[in-house]
Nanobody, 117 residues
């Protein structure tokens, strides 16, 4: 399984970015998927997840601003991020969720999002 996250970059506060997670070796619509982030000096946290039945959940800090979705044909999971804040600055990763937990061996390199104030 390979999960390649991309789409990060430098954006001003209030701006938007869309992250993509291209998957191979796993069908993203058949599993639960999550977007995580890790800010400097902090632990990695789950910010959004989408279950097999398309139920989406978000950490409180991104509710109303981030949207997780997936495209079966492209086997890709997205994270639309709006109204970005400097505290959203982090490396963002995607992963498969098994019983609610990420699979250690599936972590990729992530994509860096930097939000300037």
């Amino acid at each position: 399984v390979q999960l390649q996250a991309y789409g990060g970059g430098l954006v001003q506060a209030g701006g938007s970015l869309r992250l993509s997670c291209a998957a191979s070796g796993v069908i993203v619509s058949a599993v639960s998927m999550g977007w995580y982030r890790q800010a400097p000096g902090k632990q990695r946290e789950l910010v959004a997840r989408i279950t097999r039945d398309d139920t989406a959940n978000y950490v409180d800090s991104v509710k109303g601003r981030f949207t997780i979705s997936r495209d079966h044909a492209k086997n890709t999971v997205y994270l639309q991020m709006n109204i970005l804040k400097p505290e959203d600055t982090a490396v963002y990763y995607c992963n498969v969720l098994h019983k609610g937990l990420p699979i250690h061996d599936y972590w990729g390199h992530g994509t860096l999002v930097t939000v300037s104030s």
